[in-house]
């Protein structure tokens, strides 16, 4: 990336510019997009209930069933019955979104939702 910089000589007051390149490249639209989106998922986080009434009573009961069954890891049944926030960047959310069959930006869609109840 090319910089300029403004210099002035302390004895004649004279100002002059000299450009510089840092050998790196300006962003393109998808690396912006992407940093954007990233940090749009840093804050998302919303209340359990928020999540729950967003999501709807169908897919909380599968959510509740899938807590109770012996088979789902220990760390995920204990955050579905007992987080009270949930964070977008969580890796459970991940889990979870996986276990739902849904994607990412539906998950995305969903903390928008849950953000705004």
């Not at 007992?82 to 459970?92: L, M, V």
């Amino acid at each position: 990336m090319i910089h300029t910089v403004k210099q002035i000589n302390a004895k004649t007051g004279e100002i002059s510019f000299i450009e510089y390149d840092d050998g790196e490249t300006e962003p393109t639209a998808e690396e912006i997009a992407a940093a954007e989106l990233d940090a749009e998922r840093a804050a998302m986080i919303c209340s359990r209930l928020q999540a729950r009434l967003a999501l709807g009573a169908v897919t909380c009961a599968a959510l509740d069933a899938m807590a109770d069954d012996a088979e789902t890891p220990w760390a995920l049944a204990q955050t579905l019955k007992y987080a009270q926030t949930w964070h977008r960047t969580h890796e459970t959310m991940d889990e979870i979104r996986w276990a739902l069959g849904y994607t990412a930006d539906e998950i995305d869609a969903l903390f928008r939702v849950a953000m705004a109840l």
